[in-house]
């Protein structure tokens, strides 16, 4: 686990680090800029006599540039510098590395930087860093835009310029990166929204800063301990007996998730639909839910994938689920039948962002800005809350956990209720959020099994499901 912070939480732990260490801001600029040219080096490694173009604004990223700049210089690297903002204006930090340079040591403005992307092979990116606010625009927005263009190789010093350091959105235009060398520790921004669109390949870099305390936590898959224990005297009700409650009108997604809870570990699922129609898998029992006044029984119930539409069937039945407290995930069209605002027990429910800002009646432009913010009020009303996207939040009373599984093949309809079904086989025995966890865990690995035969392209939600064998007889 790698805790991930606020921007607003870097600063003061910079802050006190200096104060605590008896050392000033330019102090730890010359540690990033030390760092930053080691990883430049070992993970880009660039040719010895390619140009190499270091643009630095005047904020503390430009200050970190310029560490880089002087760094590689004294390397012996061919490298070239331009200062697109002006100096007079510049951060004390910047002023002191700016007057580090040597005199002979030619600075290319921006009018003048066209000629030196062209002829450069990598370019080092110190424009915009955690301090971003508002939309780039104007002249280094064109600039932006004319380096994405020119296709170089692009590293980028704690975050790619344009990204914005707590959200991840792109503010107005952002450089597209291979390389993001993150400064000290991880931001938000780091990983949400966009940002995985143009970080490229992430790495931490230590610079020696306190150790802060946050509780957001970054979860890498392949960390995730998913083995299960199963006996040879045992039978299947030993393994878990799941209610599965959907549509008639889409059968296709409640069945994609009680294939994959089967097919996961459990031992018995159970499909209810709103009305009597064709079975779908041999392996399934089927039953008409208008024939069940009462659904008792189970170990866990999945409610909603299917759902589109609101009745007085589907309404009663999730009642009695969480007035009698069962574990209960909720999903797809499920969520309309919630009432956030009342408290709850044993409850997942996994939303996208759609979805979610529909359940806060707000609109998903302002959910995704800061969503961990919403999910900690859900949280609070006793939801484990799973955010379906790029980059999957899990979020409990007290702590948030971010995962990525890297594989654009997953954004296809069914993956959404296979995960579901995943998450339902690890409830039966585990936590609310060991659950959520663990079932993601599974969904990313199996999905990357399915990126491997079909493609990212090409795979679909049967593809993952028929793939999760081969996470419990994988080698390790």
Known sequence: ??????VEEIRKIEEITCKERSICATDLMYQAGYVLTKDFLSRVMPDVFAEILVIANIGSNGGDALAVFQELKKLGYNVVLS?????EKSKETFKYYYEKLDKDTKIITLENIEKAIASAKYIIDGIFGIGLKKDVSGRLGELIKLINKSKKICYAIDIPSGINPDSGEVMGVALECKYTGVIGNFKLGNFLNDALDYSGEMKLLDIGL?????????????????SKIRKHNSHKYDYGKVAFIGSSQMPGAINL???????????LAEVFYDEEIVRYNPEIIYHDLEEYS???????????PGI???????QNAINQLLKEKHKLIVDAGGLKYLNIQDSFENLIITPHLGELSQMLELDKTIVKKDPIKYLRKLAQNGIVCLLKGATTIIQ???YTYLMQAKNTGLATAGTGDVLSGIISAFLVDETLVNAAVKGTTVHMIAADYARAKRGEVSMVA?????????????KR
């Open 462 to 474: 049967t593809d993952v499901v028929d793939s999760l064998y081969k996470v419990w007889t994988r």
């Open 257 to 267: 998730a009680a294939m994959a809870a089967l097919k996961s570990g459990i031992g």
């Open 308 to 314: 589109n539409d609101t009745k007085k069937l589907y």
């Open 294 to 304: 009462n659904i008792e029984g189970y170990d866990v119930y999945v409610f909603g």
């Open 1 to 6: 686990m790698v805790k991930v912070f606020y």
């Open 83 to 87: 200062v697109v903002g002006d100096v």
């Open 396 to 398: 409990e009373k007290r």
């Open 210 to 226: 306190l150790e802060g305390y946050s509780d957001i936590y970054y979860l890498d898959y392949n960390d995730i301990d998913v």
